[in-house]
């Protein structure tokens, strides 16, 4: 089993900036790749980026790319997602996830391990 536990999420204005941490315990030897995903208000499970577990490969989804960076503490077992320049359309749920096959992916449903989400509110 894998464990994840978010926090860093807030309520900030347009402009400013976040960094979420998702720290990661269990079998972390059979994570190949951690994704983050957020959640609006009746809508679905939207894809942020994703990080190999070795850190080497990353993937942002358009709406991040340019503002969101994900990067990993290999000795703390910590992702981080630091969010610059936030958005009014960013406000979500975000939540962090592992992936134990070795590909990166943009599906939710391809990782079977998730934390119990941090609340991200930007105010214009």
């Known amino acids: 089993q894998v464990q994840l536990v978010e926090s860093g999420g807030g309520l900030v204005q347009a402009g400013d900036s976040l960094r979420l941490s998702c720290v990661v315990s269990g079998r972390t030897l059979s994570i190949y790749a951690m994704g983050w995903f957020r959640q609006a208000p009746g809508k679905g499970h939207e894809f942020v980026a994703a990080?190999?577990?070795?850190?080497?490969?990353?993937n942002y989804a358009d709406s991040a790319k340019g503002r969101f960076t994900s990067s990993r503490d290999n000795a703390k077992d910590t992702v981080y997602l630091q969010m610059n320049s936030l958005k009014p359309e960013d406000t979500a749920n975000y939540f962090c996830?592992?992936?134990?096959?070795?590909?990166?992916?943009?599906?939710?449903?391809?990782?079977?391990?998730w934390g119990q989400g941090t609340q991200v509110t930007v105010s214009s």
């Open positions: 996830a592992a992936r134990l096959s070795p590909r990166l992916s943009v599906k939710p449903s391809d990782y079977p391990y």
């Open positions: 990080i190999t577990w070795a850190g080497d490969t990353t």
